[in-house]
């Protein structure tokens, strides 16, 4: 492969990389901020009918 091939076939890797790290990031403090939040030692209810 030529040097220009390269260097545009390296250039869309580290792109693709890079877009999906962050997407990645992104999505990661958009399901913490949307998750509820759990109580630290809540018992678990259970039901006494069989």
Partial sequence: ?????????AWLVAGTTSAGGVTGFIAT????KTR???AAHAPLERS???
């Fill in 1 to 9: 492969m030529c040097p220009v091939c390269v260097a545009t076939t």
């Fill in 29 to 32: 403090k958009i399901y913490k």
């Fill in 48 to 50: 006494k009918e069989k």
């Fill in 36 to 38: 509820p939040a759990k």
